[in-house]
């Protein structure tokens, strides 16, 4: 996959993984690594050329109404909770956005009894579907954007930093919620984040962005205690305080 920007300058060049059914994947990286632009181009959320294999089709090649009706099962959460909801918007209202539209003809109680769930599914109650995003602390709004994107019963989910707003009590929460819907739907996850003690409990496996590129790949855990590639040992040791060589090119 490779992004463009302006003539042959590439944010994301030549990148390659998979993510599997029921499989975190993580993205980690210096910040201007290429991370989240990696997981909006996965969505067509930013232009891109190549390959992006989903339901059998390329996404990035697909006509835009059979994208449309993808949509729904490619979800993103984003990492400030506060920026992604809309102040003037109900939580019923800012869960019900993508039923509104990938669901129009949805009845009104339907609607309702599924927002009332996917609160419910995140730990908070239907009480807060007539409240607004102001009412709640960071975390509970980081539950209302998962919520926004388990409404609609979605198979890939692409969390961009979501726990790099909130303190760490919180977000081991977080952690938990995100894996426990997780076993509870099968769903696949590419998880972007600079913070590498999250990404060791949240991941399965692990990929290493640098300069746009991948510069090393494997399970979360060989990955965090046997770095191979020197820019990944000095990502570790910054992360957990071991030695390591300083960061290089190469």
């Given at each position: ?212 590129q991948i510069v090393e790949t494997g399970p979360a855990e060989a990955i965090v205690t046997a770095p191979r590639h020197p820019y ?19």
């Amino acid at each position: 996959m490779t992004r463009r920007v302006v003539g042959a300058v590439r944010a994301v060049d030549g990148v390659s993984f998979e993510v599997r059914q029921g499989e975190t994947v993580a993205l980690v990286g210096e910040s201007g690594s290429g991370k989240s632009t990696t997981g909006y181009a996965l969505l067509r959320l930013t232009a891109a050329t190549g390959h992006v294999a989903f339901a059998g089709a390329n996404v990035l090649t697909m006509p835009v109404p059979a994208m449309r009706q993808l949509r729904a099962r490619m979800q993103i959460v984003f990492q400030d909770p506060v920026g992604s909801l809309s102040p003037r918007l109900s939580v019923a209202d800012i869960v019900a956005e993508g039923l509104s539209v990938h669901a129009p003809a949805m009845a009104r109680a339907e609607r309702e009894r599924r927002v009332a769930a996917a609160l419910d599914e995140v730990g908070l109650g239907e009480d807060a579907m007539h409240r607004y995003p102001h009412e709640f602390s960071g975390g509970q709004r980081q539950r209302i954007a998962i919520a926004r994107a388990m409404v609609l019963n979605p198979s890939f989910v692409v969390l961009d930093e979501p726990t790099s707003a909130l303190d760490m009590s919180v977000q081991a929460q977080i952690v938990g919620l995100l894996q426990r819907l997780q076993r509870d739907h099968g769903l696949a996850y590419l998880f972007i984040s600079h913070d590498l003690r999250v990404v060791r409990a949240m991941a399965h496996r692990v990929a290493v962005m640098r300069a746009g590129q991948i510069v090393e790949t494997g399970p979360a855990e060989a990955i965090v205690t046997a770095p191979r590639h020197p820019y990944t040992r000095a990502l570790m040791a910054a992360a957990f305080d071991l030695e390591s060589d300083e960061l290089e090119d190469g």
